[in-house]
């Protein structure tokens, strides 16, 4: 009798489509961080301010259109991050502010941490002003802070990287139909003993997936056209992958703790409750999830020296 419900329950359709599994491994996460203030920056465009004379140009009768789907998105992503800190931390307190305020942000919120989003736009679009504010600031800021996709880019070039296609071209020279990284990749870690990777080849602390465990090997999000070529002075490379050789790299000199990554860590919660998979979503976002909480913890380890 049990065979024959075997049977017939194996020839029903999965439930868990991307992984044909007939069930969903279950694991409560726990909010094992006490407190943390992080300031959250949105590194989209908004305004014209925001705008270099060639954004102005090139965009033109545009201009109001790219605008207002930059503020779009740029909500979701900072929705995103928030619900990181706000699902990992026990008292969570969170700023959210642009990119062109973050000097004055840091310095009046004093966060804990800094985490940066993505971005739409190439920065020869970003009012080069804004752009050079931040460079000055992120040179010296001893603030712990984490750089997600565009964000990572944002550093990388911050700190004399030059950004790239995925094939190997100026982004000038090629705005649209770019090669991309999209939906779930596979990553290689190239230097797990850094503390960003607490537990990776710890097979009994169970926070890693199988593939990881097998070959030092994460599973995130990517949604990106572009990468930083390279390694910039003062970083260390984490890791990589075939299209995009800097996928993760950290500093930790001069007193600063800045990671950046280019995949989006941050997707661990988003849309759980509308996706149609969403009891598997959290299995299929949880290695960049543990990276988020990794740093978190060494944030605030970092404050403390």
Known sequence: MLDAIATKYEAETLPFPFNNRPFCRYEPIEKTIKHARVLIVNDLLRYESDLSDLAKE?????????????????????????????RLVQNPKTLTVHLSEVGEAARDFNPDAIVMSGTLADFDYYNPEQLKKFEKFIKKTKIPILGICGAHQLIGMSFGAPLKTLDNLKPSEKRTGRVV????????????????????????SGIWQDYTLQ?????????????????????????????????????????????????????????????????????????????????????LQHGKK
């Open 58 to 86: 090139e965009w033109n009768v545009t201009t109001d259109a790219k605008l207002r789907y930059e503020r779009k998105i740029s909500a979701m992503a900072c929705n995103n991050i928030a619900n990181n800190v706000l």
């Open 215 to 299: 070959d030092d090997i994460l599973r995130v999000w990517q949604n990106h056209g572009l990468q930083v070529e390279g390694i910039p002075v003062g970083f260390k490379q984490l890791a990589t992958a075939y299209l995009c050789k800097n996928q993760m790299m950290v500093k930790r000199s001069d007193g600063q703790l800045i990671y950046a990554v280019q995949f989006h860590l941050e997707k661990s919660f988003e849309d759980w409750s509308k996706n149609p998979t969403r009891w598997e979503h959290p299995n299929e976002s949880r290695d960049g999830r543990v990276l988020f909480e990794n740093f978190l913890k060494l944030a």
């Open 181 to 204: 990284e999209y939906q779930y990749r596979f990553i290689k870690i190239t230097n797990d003993g850094d503390p960003i990777f607490e537990g990776v080849t710890d097979v009994e």
